[in-house]
């Protein structure tokens, strides 16, 4: 007797797709059309007031809805309480796109079962009509193909991805085009991440695991990375020199130099947002 996931349905051969909406209708349609070989696509919109739901659904896309309140959850919530047709799900966010060589490795890989659970890839992140190749911090790692009832996320924004499986790798790529919806947009945005943030040094919520500075795992690498940079002061400083000089952003012409400003600005609201939660705490005004 074959499951609902036999080989005849495709078992091992694909993977259902879902993406995070929210007022999307700039993005939606490329990040669709990067998914026609996708039979099962499942939107999971956040109350949006464009277009967005009437471009999914006439796609053929399932449409479901919930309040958002972290990305953590909202993810979870996808991978645990939906029914998917592929015991896989590639998950996407509605400004990125799959490329056809994530596609075909995808499809190769899944062709044999093996004891992975989560696969991790990198983002090829595009602005001002070019890839920021050195100024946005590539390579990064996202582990966004997971197997259904084997992974959790962590963290409430820049999700972490744990499985109780093994963990593989893909030299494919996604691409990202971060400020497509325009400027307005990612400052609104990453003035919700900032607060996230903050949120979490002010809680001592990024501890440094230092022996992960050795790890084999480039994504477990970067947190501790990141969790030493934020301990750093003059943060944004020290993040624009990173990108900027040190990793080659300005080699990236106007838009790396552009990209390294506004991260080291988002970098400051940060500083300035958990000295914010500091002094709250203690009972002093602003």
Same mark, same amino acid.
């Given at each position: 007797?074959?499951?609902?996931?036999?080989?005849? @349905?495709? %078992?091992?051969?694909? *993977? +259902?797709?879902?993406?995070?909406? &929210? /007022? =999307?209708?700039?993005?939606?349609?490329?990040?669709?059309?990067?998914?026609?070989?996708?039979?099962?696509?499942?939107?999971?919109?956040?109350?949006?007031?464009?277009?967005?739901?009437?471009?999914?659904?006439?796609?053929?896309?399932?449409?479901?809805? @919930?309040? %958002?309140?972290?990305? *953590? +959850?909202?993810?979870?919530?996808? &991978? /645990? =309480?939906?029914?998917?047709?592929?015991?896989?799900?590639?998950?996407?966010?509605?400004?990125?796109?799959?490329?056809?060589?994530?596609?075909?490795?995808?499809?190769?890989?899944?062709?044999?079962?093996?004891?992975?659970?989560?696969?991790?890839?990198? @983002?090829?992140?595009?602005?001002?009509?070019?890839?920021?190749?050195?100024?946005?911090?590539?390579?990064?790692?996202?582990?966004?193909?997971?197997?259904?009832?084997?992974?959790?996320?962590?963290?409430?924004?820049?999700?972490?991805?744990?499985?109780?499986?093994?963990?593989?790798?893909?030299?494919?790529?996604?691409?990202?085009?971060?400020?497509?919806?325009?400027?307005?947009?990612?400052?609104?945005?990453?003035?919700?991440?900032?607060?996230?943030?903050?949120?979490?040094?002010?809680?001592?919520?990024?501890?440094?695991?230092?022996?992960?500075?050795?790890?084999?795992?480039?994504?477990?690498?970067?947190?501790?990375?990141?969790?030493?940079?934020?301990?750093?002061?003059?943060?944004?400083?020290?993040?624009?020199?990173?990108?900027?000089?040190?990793?080659?952003?300005?080699?990236?012409?106007?838009?790396?130099?552009?990209?390294?400003?506004?991260?080291?600005?988002?970098?400051?609201?940060?500083?300035?947002?958990?000295?914010?939660?500091?002094?709250?705490?203690?009972?002093?005004?602003?």
């Amino acid at each position: 007797m074959t499951s609902k996931w036999s080989v005849a @349905r495709g %078992f091992y051969m694909s *993977a +259902s797709v879902l993406i995070l909406t &929210l /007022n =999307e209708e700039r993005n939606l349609p490329r990040c669709l059309a990067s998914i026609k070989w996708c039979d099962d696509v499942v939107v999971l919109d956040s109350g949006s007031t464009d277009r967005t739901l009437q471009i999914a659904m006439e796609a053929g896309a399932k449409v479901l809805e @919930r309040p %958002f309140d972290n990305y *953590a +959850s909202q993810r979870n919530y996808g &991978l /645990n =309480e939906i029914a998917y047709v592929y015991p896989w799900v590639l998950m996407l966010d509605a400004d990125e796109a799959c490329t056809d060589a994530l596609h075909g490795e995808i499809k190769r890989k899944l062709s044999t079962p093996n004891a992975v659970c989560l696969y991790r890839f990198r @983002r090829k992140d595009f602005f001002m009509g070019r890839w920021l190749r050195r100024s946005a911090g590539y390579p990064s790692w996202f582990g966004r193909l997971v197997k259904v009832g084997h992974v959790r996320v962590e963290r409430e924004v820049n999700e972490e991805y744990v499985t109780d499986g093994e963990v593989g790798f893909l030299d494919a790529h996604i691409h990202h085009y971060p400020f497509n919806k325009g400027f307005s947009a990612w400052f609104e945005k990453h003035n919700r991440y900032s607060e996230m943030e903050a949120r979490r040094i002010a809680q001592g919520k990024n501890r440094i695991v230092w022996k992960n500075l050795l790890s084999s795992d480039p994504t477990e690498r970067r947190q501790v990375i990141k969790a030493i940079v934020y301990r750093m002061p003059g943060r944004p400083l020290v993040m624009f020199f990173l990108l900027y000089l040190l990793r080659g952003g300005f080699l990236d012409g106007r838009a790396g130099l552009t990209y390294c400003l506004l991260r080291s600005f988002y970098e400051f609201m940060i500083s300035c947002k958990a000295t914010e939660h500091r002094l709250r705490k203690l009972g002093r005004p602003l």
